[in-house]
T-cell receptor, first 115, second 110 residues
Framework: EAQVTQNPRYLITVTGKKLTVTCSQNMNHEYMSWYRQDPGLGLRQIYYSMNVEVTDKGDVPEGYKVSRKEKRNFPLILESPSPNQTSLYFC??????????????FGPGTRLTVL | RKEVEQDPGPFNVPEGATVAFNCTYSNSASQSFFWYRQDCRKEPKLLMSVYSSGNEDGRFTAQLNRASQYISLLIRDSKLSDSATYLCAVNLRGYSTLTFGKGTMLLVSP
């Protein structure tokens, strides 16, 4: 089944404790992206990747890192999480080299709480 | 003007009603427009791309008005299952990034 998977789905952690949220897609998509969604603020893009080893900042990259060593994986790293990073996070992927202009497929989301 | 703006709603309509959502965007050079549907606490799913000539998919019609910089979504004969939040998305800054509106909530009642 074609899908985007994220792990973990739910995470409660404490300030400063490094964490990684994994994202994997099995559709051989070139474009991948991370968003966060907050009440009243909507979906905001954190980072995106047009292909392996190519990543770039979205609208709200501060406090996050990403890597794209393999086409299928695009982990989101929080080196020192803070309470303002408490949010619902979505990973998404698109088929080709036209960025998101192809259909974007979203993962199921990761609900992160930073205490 | 806010970058991508939507009426937050909620829009409360009875089954069978026709409902329309608008979404305004700030960059006149934007080229790609989309409507997504998001059920509560679930991931967004693409509902429709919006083409210059307008497009229709069953009960759903999407339109683009470049002069006034807005896109619209019309839902005819609303069903209970249409209850969701509808997000518009626009490429404000090139083909690598997509900016979403905050969404409009639709509640269809029996």
């Amino acid at each position: 089944e074609a899908q985007v998977t994220q792990n973990p789905r739910y995470l409660i952690t404490v300030t400063g404790k490094k964490l990684t949220v994994t994202c994997s897609q099995n559709m051989n998509h070139e474009y991948m992206s991370w968003y966060r969604q907050d009440p009243g603020l909507g979906l905001r893009q954190i980072y995106y990747s047009m292909n392996v080893e190519v990543t770039d900042k979205g609208d709200v990259p501060e406090g996050y890192k990403v890597s794209r060593k393999e086409k299928r994986n695009f982990p989101l790293i929080l080196e020192s999480p803070s309470p303002n990073q408490t949010s619902l996070y979505f990973c998404a992927s698109s088929p080709g080299d036209r960025g998101f202009t192809d259909t974007q497929y979203f993962g199921p989301g990761t609900r992160l709480t930073v205490l | 003007r806010k970058e991508v703006e939507q009426d937050p709603g909620p829009f409360n309509v009875p089954e069978g009603a026709t409902v329309a959502f608008n979404c305004t965007y700030s960059n006149s050079a934007s080229q790609s427009f989309f409507w997504y549907r998001q059920d509560c606490r679930k991931e967004p799913k693409l509902l429709m791309s919006v083409y210059s000539s307008g497009n229709e998919d069953g009960r759903f019609t999407a339109q683009l008005n470049r002069a006034s910089q807005y896109i619209s979504l019309l839902i005819r004969d609303s069903k209970l299952s249409d209850s969701a939040t509808y997000l518009c998305a626009v490429n404000l800054r090139g083909y690598s990034t997509l900016t979403f509106g905050k969404g409009t909530m639709l509640l269809v009642s029996p």
